[in-house]
């Protein structure tokens, strides 16, 4: 037996559904626990429940203020070393993941500090040691003692620096080393450090050449041959974890002046718990409105829209825990936008299909044209929709526009929410239809 | 029937909102929130039972709650000076227990202008790719320039109210705000679209008929799905508005002006601009 493609449609719909139940429902539903299976995708663990990762707005999280050694600088340096410093460490907790950070200056007499939160972090050290170290990477020559005899091997008594450092860096990214696939860190010069760079490696073949990481080795390779463009990979006992954390920290640039931790301390979510509920509960009642909107004026395909706007949710919400996105207020946002336009795509396609019915024609007919016709407008309007949300984004990090953890946390829900509601709005309401629905004929004697 | 008669009364509506909103931008400006405007952090010991009177006798600095403990309190507020905090600390002590201002400090603000700018030059680079994905899917150059202009005038439309509540109800603009402008954005240019999309349709299948009619006709076979589509977002929004916690109802506020105004633009903004531009350029 040989199934239709509605049919096919739908145990991929009860599929993609049950494995969004399981990645969205708590483990433990009172009487009854679901079993977790035992496997992992890369950073996706199944075996354990998923949260939900919540803003500092929703549910507050860590804050750790940074006090800074100014000694060395002069007084009308210090107040633009503050504020580099505070880009500097946006930077790296932007390029740490999108997460809806608040970083602010806090400045008194003397003291110039700075103020991180950081929402829902679970792992504050890594978070900490991430942000707050300077990570300033120099080449050097490493010095040796004079050997007396044969026997005593050359101990290592200090270094002397190559004219190349960090800021001569164009990128660095993790990559596997080729003999044993240990994690290690590729680096590429600009132009002027892969001049340098190729001096050095030209003067010195058959030396040992040192990479200092905040003034310690943490690798000596010697030197085999003149390295002319400008690639190098740092290798060390890296896991993988360190390796990504000291690839972001070379991307993001050294931090301008030293610091240390001075507090760290939860704090509560900033629109408080009871703006957070009574938010729920009245985006509730809302959606309960629309579904009964749908399903006064739409009928059985109200109902149906409703129940794919329900799947809508679940799905998303799965995608949230998966990726996972950080729910903040401008988030829920984006979210509520695209579950007007999972709506809209419905409503398109239903008030077609009533015109279509009043033209005369077959209710399966009818439908197939609806689905079809409506597609065109659906499919440029969400286009329109992916653009704005893709620019605000940011893919690329483009400088001249926005990298600020709010907006683009916004940007992905509504990205998200129009990919999913397309799916939904059309793959899942169609599927639904074609094997529950039953539609009148306006007038068959016609 | 004949929508497209009354052109000039649908203009007129829109400048009715639009050039006083412009008027408030230009001469106030907006009231910004600390987000962008930075101020004072101040931490503050004190017994349980005076942080409501503290709350109160600061209020006109809009206090929020960053941090509290039973005896600690911490609070930003817009730019105070030490001496203002401590005369208000020293009033409130004679009420009920001490209360005691512990530390003091200036913050900077948590979103520059630099991200206003940015999300400016966001704003432009999504109209000019807008302005050319629309002209490229509807074959012409009309279609894509005045739903940008559509779009516009809804940015305009939201930012001037919020530009006059800032000066007459203190209602200030906050990073939500910012949020809710970008989603309007991508809500008026999706209704847009939609009754574009049946002008197009249309103009393929009925012939000789004036692209006046044609618009016509388009924006009677869509209102229904439009009013339909901004109601259920309405209801959503209006539920949020009454009904959601205090520091969202604003927020809730500008999706909704947005969303009204949005579903008003595209049949009463975009569509006639479409038979401006016909009558201006392409007299048959």
């Known amino acids: ?446 | 029937m004949n929508w497209m008669k009354y052109r000039p009364l649908y203009f007129l509506i829109s400048s009715l909102v639009i050039i006083p909103g412009i008027y408030s931008l230009i001469t106030f400006g907006f009231k910004l929130s600390i987000e962008f405007t930075g101020g004072t952090q101040a931490e503050f010991i004190l017994p349980d039972t005076q942080k409501q009177n503290l709350l109160l006798a600061l209020s006109t600095q809009n206090p929020q709650v960053v941090s509290e403990s039973d005896s600690q309190f911490t609070l930003k507020m817009s730019e105070t000076t030490e001496q203002e905090i401590e005369q208000i600390t020293q009033k409130l002590g004679t009420v009920s227990g001490q209360v005691k201002l512990q530390s003091f400090e200036v913050i900077g603000p948590v979103l520059g202008q630099e991200t206003l700018k940015k999300t400016g030059n966001a704003l432009l680079i999504s109209s000019l790719v807008l302005l050319i994905y629309i002209s490229f899917a509807f074959k012409q150059f009309k279609y894509g320039l005045s739903a940008v202009l559509a779009m516009l005038h809804d940015t305009l439309v939201l930012l001037g109210s919020f530009s006059l509540l800032g000066q007459f109800a203190g209602v200030e603009v906050d990073l939500l705000f910012v949020t809710a402008v970008l989603t309007i954005l991508s809500f008026s240019v999706h209704d847009t679209i939609v009754v574009y999309d049946r002008i197009r349709e249309l103009s393929h299948k009925v012939k000789n008929v004036s692209y006046e009619n044609l618009v016509n006709q388009a924006v009677s076979e869509t209102i229904v799905r439009s009013l339909n589509n901004s109601l259920t977002i309405i209801f959503m929004l209006i539920a949020m508005f009454l009904m959601g916690g205090e520091s969202t109802k604003y927020f809730s506020l500008a999706l909704l002006v947005g969303t009204v105004t949005g579903t008003y633009s595209s049949t009463f903004t975009a569509a006639p601009l479409l038979v401006v531009w016909n009558k201006l350029f392409e007299k048959k």
Do not use: C, H
């Open chain 1, 1 to 446: 037996m040989s199934l239709s493609k509605p049919q096919k449609n739908l145990i991929f719909i009860i599929a993609v559904t049950l494995f969004s139940l399981y990645i969205s429902l708590p483990t433990d539903l009172g009487y009854f626990k679901i079993p977790r299976l035992n496997i992992k995708f890369g950073s996706l663990d199944l075996s354990k429940e998923i949260e939900i990762k919540q803003g500092l707005d929703i549910k507050g999280g860590v804050q750790v203020v940074l006090d800074t050694d100014m000694s060395k600088l002069e007084d009308i340096d210090k107040q633009s070393a503050l504020e580099s410093l505070k880009d500097v460490v946006g930077r790296r907790i932007d390029l740490f993941g999108v997460s809806e950070v608040s970083i602010k200056t806090l400045q008194n007499n003397n003291q110039y500090r700075l103020s991180i939160e950081l929402p829902g972090v679970t792992d504050s050290k890594q978070a900490i040691a991430l942000i707050g170290e300077t990570a300033s990477l120099q080449f050097a020559y490493p010095i040796f003692s004079e050997t007396k005899s044969a026997t005593e091997e050359a101990s290592l008594t200090g270094f002397n620096p190559a004219n190349l450092s960090g800021s001569d860096l164009k990128r660095a990214q993790v990559t596997f080393q080729t003999d044993d696939s240990l994690p290690a860190v590729a680096i590429e010069f600009n132009d002027e450090g892969t001049k340098k760079f190729a001096q050095i490696t030209k003067n010195g073949i058959g030396k040992p050449l040192a990479i200092l990481l905040d003034g310690f080795p943490i690798t000596m390779p010697n030197i085999e041959s003149e390295i002319p463009n400008g690639n190098a990979v740092i290798s060390g006992s890296f896991t993988l974890e360190e390796a990504k954390d000291l690839a972001i920290k070379l991307n993001a640039g050294a931090l301008p002046v030293p610091v240390k931790v001075l507090s760290q301390k939860n704090i509560p979510a900033t629109l408080g718990q009871e703006s957070v509920q009574k938010s729920l509960l009245a985006g509730g009642i809302g959606l309960l409105m629309v579904v009964t909107f749908m399903i006064l004026n739409y009928g059985k395909m109200g109902l149906i829209s409703s129940v794919s706007l329900a799947l809508y949710g679940l799905y998303t919400v799965a995608l949230y825990k998966t990726i996972p996105v950080v729910l903040s207020l401008p988030g829920i946002a984006g979210f509520l936008l695209s579950v007007g336009m999972a709506v809209d795509s419905n409503i398109l396609i239903f008030e077609r299909y009533k015109e279509e019915i009043r033209a005369g024609r077959q209710w399966q007919v009818a439908l197939e044209l609806a689905f079809g016709r409506a597609w065109d407008s659906i499919k440029d309007a969400n286009a329109a929709t992916i653009i704005t949300g893709l620019i605000l984004f940011n893919p690329l990090s483009w400088s001249f526009l926005n990298t600020s953890g709010a907006v683009r946390g916004f940007a992905l829900t509504l990205i998200i929410g129009i990919l999913v509601s397309l799916f939904t709005g059309i793959i899942v309401s169609r599927t639904l239809l074609r094997i529950f629905y039953k539609g009148k004929n306006l007038n068959k004697n016609i």
